[in-house]
């Protein structure tokens, strides 16, 4: 037996055409991508229409559904993954149906033109990963204070300075405060003044010894110099070596960390 | 001068062919559909890495770019309108940078085999209208409860009793309780037993006269029977009405209504 094509274009196709190639593609769970002029009505929680224009359209094997206007990056349309597909040819062209059970939601896709169908073989068994945002770096600090250094001992974060937000301030295990600015990317010699900004304000409060410390997963020749000079000191630590401490933390995947 | 084709599709090409029509395609405001193998690296605010995997890539003509993989309804990777586009040809395949020069934000793309480039010229000037939900049309008749009738004072919504949440409580024109249900679609038999239902819990807390109101676009024979035979009533209103009537409220496009 044949095995069948990895991937089928049909450019400008008739309507019938265009409905086997699509109805064969979502059998065969491939990936279905529609060109063409089209009206979409949406029924649901809420409701909506889209009048008739030229729209980029997939379905993926997964059973999710989006349709792209030209422009912005949301689709105008969409249904999740698990939705069931039914297509036909009415009197308004060809009517591709999306619609959940369950849920009593439905996705309505008329076209009358249509200028490409692709069916694609897409196999994609790529990982993801995600690395952690300063904030997240501060949280793993906070959360695991020994990354610092032993003995360290946060004790306010996000403190409000004149200058701007001081990422955490602590003790060490000598009872000496601490400035601490994180970077998630390479540190430069504008992180140090940053830096010597907060440290001049804590200066002004206290008459104490404080230390200056920049956490960076790297730090540029002129900001080292800078650095050395005033005396601070550099820690390296990087976005990554952080989200690992963030998942022993909570154990969900660290995507669930990021903020909408 | 002869005019561009409206669509440009390559099936496998190499890859100096891709880049040629892709970087055509991007400098002609076209929509660019790549269907390919590739990895993608992000890095701004957070970071992230995709593996090798084969996916379908659209840059849009407003500069917004989305990498979907053959699963779930939202991309993996993408960046929004406004972009700027580099493709080249380096050691790792076909690379397209699409960043944010501001921002600090880029997306890296490199491609290693390509299924298919889709240039394509969509023309796309319809209106899309969102309709309002239940929850919408309940904040439509307090903002304006004379859509309800003359008079009508409501006091509370969501009033929780056993059943479940009533609608809208208020008071009419002359003083007499009423509880309103509402449907944003076609209110059936089963709609008016639900009704019913809350009617019931009031009945039993407060000796006063009760009116039973059913706010729906339209009704089924059936439920207007059982209606008519409790005694209720039912008060047509579409959520296109209340929808406009939010529009007058917040000046605000209705999209922004919608909770996420």
Same mark, same amino acid.
């Given at each position: 037996?044949?095995?069948?094509?990895? $991937?089928?274009?049909? $450019?400008?196709?008739?309507?019938? =055409?265009?409905?086997? @190639?699509?109805?064969?593609?979502?059998?065969?769970?491939?990936?279905?991508?529609?060109?063409?002029?089209?009206?979409?009505?949406?029924?649901?929680?809420?409701?909506?229409?889209?009048?008739? =224009?030229?729209?980029?359209?997939?379905?993926?094997?997964?059973?999710? @559904?989006?349709?792209?206007?030209?422009?912005?990056?949301?689709?105008?349309?969409? $249904?999740?993954? =698990?939705?069931?597909?039914?297509?036909?040819?009415?009197?308004? +062209?060809?009517?591709?149906?999306?619609?959940?059970?369950?849920?009593?939601? %439905?996705?309505?896709? %008329?076209?009358?033109?249509?200028?490409?169908?692709?069916?694609?073989?897409?196999?994609?068994?790529?990982?993801?990963?995600?690395?952690?945002?300063?904030?997240?770096?501060?949280?793993?600090?906070?959360?695991?204070?020994?990354?610092?250094?032993?003995?360290?001992?946060?004790?306010?974060?996000?403190?409000?300075?004149?200058?701007?937000?001081?990422?955490?301030?602590?003790?060490?295990?000598?009872?000496?405060?601490?400035?601490?600015?994180?970077?998630?990317?390479?540190?430069?010699?504008?992180?140090?003044? $940053?830096?010597?900004?907060?440290?001049?304000?804590?200066?002004?409060?206290?008459?104490?010894?404080?230390?200056?410390?920049?956490?960076?997963?790297?730090?540029?020749?002129?900001?080292?110099?800078?650095?050395?000079?005033?005396?601070?000191?550099?820690?390296?630590?990087?976005?990554?070596?952080?989200?690992?401490?963030?998942?022993?933390?909570? +154990?969900?995947?660290?995507? @669930?960390?990021?903020?909408?």
């Amino acid at each position: 037996m044949e095995s069948p094509k990895r $991937q089928i274009i049909l $450019q400008t196709p008739n309507l019938e =055409g265009a409905k086997k @190639a699509i109805k064969t593609g979502i059998a065969r769970h491939r990936t279905v991508v529609i060109a063409g002029s089209c009206t979409v009505d949406y029924d649901g929680r809420a409701s909506s229409k889209l009048e008739e =224009g030229e729209r980029l359209i997939i379905f993926k094997p997964d059973g999710s @559904a989006l349709v792209h206007r030209p422009k912005d990056y949301s689709p105008v349309n969409w $249904q999740p993954s =698990g939705s069931i597909f039914h297509t036909r040819i009415g009197k308004d +062209g060809l009517v591709i149906r999306v619609f959940r059970r369950k849920e009593r939601e %439905s996705m309505v896709i %008329s076209l009358t033109m249509i200028q490409m169908v692709a069916v694609l073989d897409l196999v994609d068994n790529g990982d993801f990963t995600l690395y952690a945002t300063e904030k997240e770096m501060q949280e793993a600090i906070l959360f695991k204070p020994d990354i610092l250094e032993p003995g360290f001992r946060p004790m306010t974060k996000e403190m409000a300075v004149d200058p701007g937000f001081i990422d955490i301030i602590g003790y060490d295990a000598d009872d000496i405060l601490a400035v601490v600015e994180i970077k998630r990317v390479k540190a430069n010699k504008k992180a140090v003044e $940053q830096l010597k900004k907060y440290m001049d304000v804590i200066d002004l409060d206290d008459s104490r010894r404080v230390r200056g410390i920049l956490v960076a997963p790297d730090i540029t020749d002129n900001g080292s110099e800078l650095l050395n000079q005033l005396g601070y000191e550099y820690k390296p630590l990087t976005p990554q070596e952080c989200s690992e401490i963030l998942k022993q933390k909570r +154990g969900t995947p660290l995507t @669930a960390f990021f903020e909408p």
